[in-house]
């Protein structure tokens, strides 16, 4: 399985925020979204950052509540791994588990065309074990 087919299933849109933005605005749109990771944009396309739930927990552990009062620029993880639409699953898998993160934005020739959270990589593998499941009791069963 391709990223191309999560995308298809899933859906391409991709829930996005200005690094002019304050925190709380992030936050806002996080609990209205009800996601876990925002992309950054800036003036440089197709993205300047990632701002995750991660990333205000530790800002407001560090700063306290005047964190809410900043730029998302001023929290946001800037060095972003990305995938294109030709990565597998697995390879996925792989980046996620590597650079310990749950949300990899998709881009394609230079544009941003979606986002896959852990949980659609969870989901996508947990779907494929039932369906050969289901082909396994067929089979079996035809005997």
């Not at 609990?31 to 950052?49: D, H, M, Y």
């Not at 730029?71 to 699953?89: G, L």
């Amino acid at each position: 399985m391709r990223v191309s087919n999560l995308l298809a299933t899933k859906g391409r849109d991709v829930a996005t925020i200005s690094q002019e933005r304050t925190v709380a605005d992030a936050v806002q749109v996080l609990k209205e979204r009800r996601i876990g990771a925002l992309i950054v944009t800036g003036p440089n396309p197709p993205l300047a950052g990632i701002v995750s739930e991660r990333d205000v927990v530790r800002a407001l552990a560090e700063r306290g509540a005047s964190a809410l009062d900043q730029k998302v620029a001023d929290i946001m993880s800037s060095d972003v791994t990305t995938c294109d639409e030709s990565t597998t699953a697995v390879e996925l898998m792989g980046l996620m588990t590597e650079h310990r993160i749950r949300h990899v934005p998709v881009v394609h020739s230079g544009q941003l065309v979606g986002m896959i959270s852990i949980g659609d990589v969870v989901k996508a593998r947990f779907d494929e074990l039932e369906h050969e499941k289901k082909d396994l009791l067929d089979y079996v069963s035809s005997w």
